[in-house]
């Protein structure tokens, strides 16, 4: 499995911005897709999951009602779209999945096996 993220940039406080994840090789039918953001000096964190199956979406509370996951199956393409960003949304932004996951394991890192290469998004204010 491969995933090839991509739509960071710079944008002002206030902005928004949309990130996409292609996931490519073999396909599951059920996977957890999540994004994780790392500022620099700070550890990986959780922003935002959702499940192939069943559709339900789970969010930082850094970012709920900002932030929108998503995913389009039929492309194998995961997004987030980011509104109202302010500065500390400043991070690389790494998008991953793990087939077969489990929901109690969906907020955290080692919950996931494959890895994109990370995305920057910079928010100035």
């Known amino acids: 499995v491969q995933l090839q993220a991509s739509g960071g940039g710079v944008v002002q406080a206030g902005g928004s911005l949309r990130l996409s994840c292609e996931i490519s090789?073999?396909?599951?039918?059920?996977?957890?897709m999540g994004w994780f953001r790392q500022a620099p000096g700070k550890e990986r964190e959780f922003v935002a999951a959702?499940?192939?199956?069943?559709?339900?979406?789970y969010y930082a509370d850094s970012v709920e009602g900002r932030f929108t996951i998503s995913r389009d199956n039929a492309k194998r393409v995961l997004y987030l779209q980011m509104d109202s960003l302010k500065p500390e949304d400043t991070a690389v932004y790494y998008c991953?999945?793990?087939?077969?996951?489990?929901?109690?394991?969906?907020?955290?890192?080692?919950?996931?096996?494959?890895w994109g290469q990370g995305t920057q998004v910079t928010v100035s204010s």
């Open positions: 090789g073999r396909t599951f039918s059920n996977i957890n």
């Open positions: 959702i499940k192939r199956s069943g559709g339900n979406k």
């Open positions: 991953a999945v793990k087939p077969g996951g489990i929901l109690s394991q969906i907020r955290i890192p080692d919950g996931y096996d494959y």
